[in-house]
């Protein structure tokens, strides 16, 4: 079993930074690769980025160029750093964490954008 904890969520204004962080309960170097979703209301759950057990990073290309997605295997945590944030990245905030072909997902944390 595999419990992912989100924190960093919060309000920010437009064009202003985030991090969020998300701490796995076991080590990250189990995991086959991490990633961070995002959800609003009455839509799917969408892909914002992942990073490789290697450290190979992809984005969805809506955050290509404004956020960053690294791991401290150390720590057993995976960020998500966000920049020049716009209000469309209004979302709840998901942490994913791949096992074999089993996802493991965080809580949520909110992320608010205000104009």
């Known amino acids: 079993q595999v419990q992912l904890v989100e924190s960093g969520g919060g309000l920010v204004q437009a064009g202003g930074t985030r991090r969020l962080s998300c701490a796995a309960s076991?080590?990250?170097?189990?995991?086959?690769?991490m990633a961070w979703y995002r959800q609003t209301p009455g839509k799917q759950r969408e892909l914002v980025a992942t990073?490789?057990?290697?450290?190979?990073?992809n984005y969805a290309d809506s955050v290509k160029g404004r956020f960053t997605i690294s791991r401290d295997d150390a720590k057993n945590t995976v960020y998500l750093q966000m920049s020049s944030l716009k209000p469309e990245d209004t979302a709840v905030y998901y942490c994913?964490?791949?096992?074999?072909?089993?996802?493991?997902w965080g809580q949520g944390t909110q992320v608010t954008v205000s104009s």
């Open positions: 994913n964490a791949q096992v074999g072909l089993t996802p493991y």
């Open positions: 076991r080590s990250t170097f189990s995991f086959n690769a």
């Open positions: 990073i490789s057990l290697r450290g190979s990073a």
